[in-house]
């Protein structure tokens, strides 16, 4: 078991405030925490006494952490906020390497930026003059909206180290909400105009015939499925890996609708990812669908991925209107006759099929490759998506019946 340094309590008693903090900063780093564990945390501690760190870290740990995967972001954001001077010292440095000239002592684990940025809640401590003489440093911040404009529109494919982390953590932010599908199912209301006839007749039988009431009915209405097939062979790689960070945002972000999200990633072979983004730190869940698909930048086989998903878990996951998210180039050089048959299947099988294809990205864009003449006619819209505002505007897109994006215009190209 590990050894525990004694506990830092602060001077003035405040421990239950301190333990509120701690709660919201776990809470921003991603744990599902609200007023009444915060509350159950103080009587636990209070009970249990705090003589001990490891007394103390373990009552806390009972309290926040309901799922295995929540130990490890628990544990970092405990070591931070419980005042490690090292290790807030070493977080610091994974957060600012550029601006403080400083690089981490070692690589960072999973977790580690993400619990530190909740702690800090983006306000970071000045970084030290790098003048000799003492000569103070102004930093101007007059071109952060341009700056942030641009990195909207860069290609994923072309960003450094720096701007992919800056990235990510805006992916992390986007939402895509759907609204939700009547259905043909009813249900009482008082404010419906309609007038339930079945239910006001069999009421009044049960009072002699005489209807005293007039029954009103609503439509039920329901949320449709998220499955999303990513590509994530050679040529697609750089791309998979931040469309999944958003598809990671949309699967653990409440309130926008989607009853369920499943991922599929395909290459040679089709994986499903569902469970691992499960997982509400965006860096494990990633390095665990990792090492589930190891066919990542591999080969290609389009046709032969959709066959095996029209196989396999079609009926399990399209089911009730579900919304399908294609992310690939299209590039196929296998069976196109069994890439035509499969994607028509999946077409007839959803509500919606949306492709994401990062080729959008070049002005000159023609529907040469024969993979990409074979799936384009069974689509509903076909859309860029190799940059954050290509995203942001499938967001906007998503729930858009007549949303056609660029389809019938590279549709009229092939016809021709």
Known sequence: MAKYAPLDIPEDGKLAHNIAHFARALRKAGLPIGPGRTLDAVRAVAAAGFDRREDFYFTLQAIFV????ERGLFAQVFR?????????EHMLSLMLPQVQGVQPDRSAEAAEKRAAEALLDGQLPPAPSASPEGEEVEIDATATI?????????????????EIAAAKRMLAQLALPVR??????SRMSSLAARIDARRTFREA???GGEMATLIHKAPVSRWPNLVVLCDI??????????????IHAVANRKGQGWAKVHAFTFGTRLTNITRHLRDRDVDAALKSAGREAQDWSGG?????????????WSRRVLGQGAVVLLITDGLDRDDIALLSREIERLHLSCRRL?????????????????????ILPHVDSFRAGHSIASLEALGKAISEKDDRGERDRLLALIRR
Do not use: C
């Open 354 to 374: 949306v492709w994401l294809n990062p080729l959008l990205r070049w002005t000159g864009f023609a529907p040469r490759a024969e993979g990409i003449r074979a």
């Open 233 to 246: 062979s050679g040529s697609m790689a750089d791309y998979s890996r931040m469309v999944l960070h958003f």
């Open 146 to 162: 341009s700056a942030e404009e641009r990195l909207k529109t860069l290609d994923f494919e072309q960003m450094s180290g720096d």
């Open 80 to 88: 931070l906020f419980w005042r490690d001077p090292r290790y807030l």
């Open 205 to 207: 039988g049960r009072h």
């Open 66 to 69: 309901s799922r295995p995967e």
């Open 300 to 312: 290609t086989r389009i046709g032969q991925s959709l066959h095996g998903f029209n196989r396999d």
């Open 180 to 185: 939700p599908l009547k259905t043909r199912r």
